[in-house]
Each structure stands twice: as C-alpha cells, then as structure tokens.
Antibody, heavy 118, light 113 residues
C-alpha cells in the first residue's frame, strides 16, 4: 500500500524557515517524480514544485511565488522527500501535501499545516 | 501559465441524479504526438487530501466507481457523476499537467439537493 506521511509543519514567524519531510513507502521511491502541492485555508489547490527521479536527471521546478525561496530535495536512501522553505511570508500559510507524479498526481499524503504568523 | 476555469462553482443535485462539471483550459492540453489529453480530475472530501479520480481526461483511476466518467478533448472537458451518492459530496478539481506549472481549476462544490 502506498503511503506518504508529511511532517515538519508548525507555526513560524514571517521571514523564518521550516523544512518539511515526506516519508514514502509501498512503492519504489527512487523511480518516481515527486511534487509538493499546497492549499491555503478554505482555498483551492496550488502546485508548489516538483523533483524528477534521479534516473531522469533529478532536476527541480518551482511555481513562481516560491521560486528562490523554496527548495525541493530527495534522499532515495531514506525514501524521503523534503521541502526547505526560507523567507516565509504570511501568504505561505497552508496545508502542504506531497504527491507522486506519473504525471497526474496519483497519490497524496495527509498533509502538514504551516502557519506563518507573528 | 495555462488557466483552468471550472463551472459551475457549486451545484446541488438530488440523490440518484446526474451531476456534470465543466472545465475549460486557456490553451489546448492535447499532446499531438501521443493523442493524449493531459488533464486530471480530483475529488476532495472535507478534511481529507485530494484523490485522483480520472487521468488522461477519461481514464478512471483504479478503484474509482464507474459512475464517475470524464470526457472532452483539447480545451473543453467534463466530469460526470451518473447517479449521485451521498458519499460523492465533495469539491472537485480539474488539473492540467501538459505544461509547467501544472495548474488547477478553482474547484466545484457538489452538494445534495
């Protein structure tokens, strides 16, 4: 059974940093492209970025609002996806989901809540 | 970026009746080399993550009931629920994965009349 479990969310002040993790199981993580999607409270879905499998080059792409502030990485030895978030703004407050990409977003974690507030 | 526009924003349908949601993309999401539409539909129930229902515009994900169907090509797509059940109350999103960034529609809330 595919499982994606996000962690690392919490309350952070504007300008602060946070690193989210997504532990994957039930599939061959190293072969799969992964992405992060966020959802602000009461709002719709917004794609944050993605990382290719290392076999496909391991490159990353980001949505314009987070480019230069967020970094996606992966550790295939730990079956874990990361999202490093720097220079956080109040508008980054959201539930952050990790997903597989094939290329639709076929599996989703339960999400982790990030609140950016002073 | 490709803009995805869903209609209606919400709809109320009687149990057992058909629900239809439309999704329009600002440019075609049909990839000519493989004749596939890079379009998915997701269902999000309250307090839960989204769930993929349909990919390639019309292919049901494994385990999705056959009352859900997707159709359309190019820029105009439809998600139909043939006989609405109580468990289908949710927000539904379309998403294009033809180009980066992948973009979502604003969502359509389906309720019971």
């Amino acid at each position: 059974e595919v499982q994606l479990v996000e962690s690392g969310g919490g309350l952070v002040k504007p300008g602060g940093s946070l690193r989210l993790s997504c532990a994957a199981s039930g599939f061959t993580f190293s072969n799969v492209w992964m992405s992060w999607v966020r959802q602000a409270p009461g709002k719709g879905l917004e794609w944050v970025g993605r990382i290719q499998s290392n076999g496909d080059g391991g490159t990353t792409e980001y949505a314009a609002p987070v480019k230069g502030s967020f970094t996606i990485s992966r550790d295939d030895s730990k079956n874990t996806l990361y999202l490093q978030m720097n220079s956080l703004k109040t508008e980054d407050t959201a539930v952050y989901y990790c997903t597989t990409m094939s290329p639709a977003l076929n599996y989703w974690g339960q999400g982790t809540l990030v609140i950016v507030s002073s | 970026d490709i803009v995805m526009t869903q209609s209606p924003e919400s709809l109320a349908v009687s149990l057992g009746e058909r629900a239809t949601i439309n999704c329009k993309s600002s440019q075609s999401v049909l990839y000519s080399s493989n004749n596939k539409n890079y379009l998915g539909w997701y269902q999000q129930k309250p307090g839960q993550p989204p769930k993929l229902l349909i990919y390639w515009a019309s292919t049901r994900e494994s385990g999705v009931p056959d009352r859900f169907s997707g159709s359309g090509s190019g820029t105009d797509f439809t998600l139909s629920i043939s006989s609405l059940q109580a468990e289908d109350v949710a927000v539904y999103y379309c998403q294009q994965y033809y180009s980066t960034p992948p973009t979502f529609g604003q969502g359509t809330k389906v309720e019971i009349k």
